[in-house]
């Protein structure tokens, strides 16, 4: 065979074979062109009963990051037996409340929405596709309690959110700015939530909406390839429940039947620590409760080898800003420090960056130069907690 032609054949075949593999790589995956959540592997969600106390949410959820179903926690509602239709047709103020409605069961954020009475959407969300997302009326407000993992003035939060549908709504896959807990009245609903640890820029195509375009009905894995191989968090809820979602953890969310939910989300987002020292449920707690990245929470202090109490110098900072002595920090106290308390300050720095110590129980070490910022060098078993 003349030796051009072999050439120009091989050249074909192999530029066949790379265009097959880039356009079909996926195609022959679990979970292409399928529901979201088929793809990938699958774990199923904690489920404790009832709400955790607050220390036990802070400590073992919010401080990790950690999603979970409380089983029969928002059954003590009033709003659990007593909502109903002509519940909330009784109410006169029903007929002047405008609320925020979708128009389309499975959202689309492109559409617009419509802002009927809520009298008028209780007439006719059966037989629309409209779906109310929105504020609890304030009337019915008092059929609703705060969970009581989080029902603490000094704890900032939302007003309760209501979402309101006959069934069969399907949300975009997205992620919240801000924590969220959210008890299941009526129905069923299913979450199905990817580790915020997990890259999203690869399916968050919609970053200044923190949304994703992805159809949650037909997954088109060639388009989104990193959801092929991500691992997907299943909660299952049924009327009575509740759910702690993370923040930043990307979510979708299916409802079935009748359904009524209603959530808080909580603030400020970002938050490092949370001062709980206000709580009646957590007299016993420091002034504040942080997460594993934060100041006492990314130590174990009981298997701290170190020249000094660091934790002891923590402790008279926070007292040097806290002038009134409430547990708190405000911008006013940071305005008016004094020239005596950055000296002193300042001695405190001076002590804490000649010294180097351990946390032998993490693997952390902390080691602070005269020259330099402390930093910190974590294992390889606590990279994926930070």
Known sequence: MNVRILSWTIFFLLSRHHLSAATDDYSLKIGHLKPFGEAGSKVE???????????????????????????????????????????????????TVNIFAEVQKKENRTLQPKFPTFQEFIQRYNTTQEYMVDKVPKFLQKDLWMPSCIACDTIPHSNHVM????????????????????????????????????????????????????DVDRV???????????????????AGDCIYIPLYWSHHVRSFGHN?????????????????SGCQEAKKLTHYSCRRTGLKASLNTEKVVTKINFFIYLDEIFKVFDTNNDGKITSLEVENISQTDIDQLNQFYDHISSTKFEAIATGRVIDSGQDSAPTVKVSSTDQDEL
């Open 45 to 95: 969600v904690q489920q404790i009963d009832g709400f955790p106390t607050m220390k036990t949410f802070f400590q073992d959820y919010w401080a990790k990051s950690k999603p979970f179903i409380m089983k029969g926690a928002a059954k003590s509602y009033p709003a659990f037996t007593l909502w109903s239709d002509d519940y909330f047709l009784s109410f006169p103020e029903a007929s």
């Open 163 to 214: 979402w309101f549908s006959s069934g069969g709504t399907k949300s975009v896959l997205h992620f919240d700015g801000y924590e969220n807990l959210n008890c299941l009245l009526r129905g069923s609903k299913q979450f199905i939530m990817i580790d915020r640890k997990y890259p999203n820029k690869g399916f968050i195509d919609k970053p200044r909406g923190t949304y994703s375009t992805v």
């Open 220 to 238: 088109d894995l060639n388009k989104f390839p990193t959801l092929a191989n991500a691992e997907y968090h299943f909660a299952h809820m049924e």
């Open 260 to 276: 009524i939910a209603v959530n808080v989300w909580l603030e400020p987002k970002n938050a490092t620590c949370i001062d709980l």
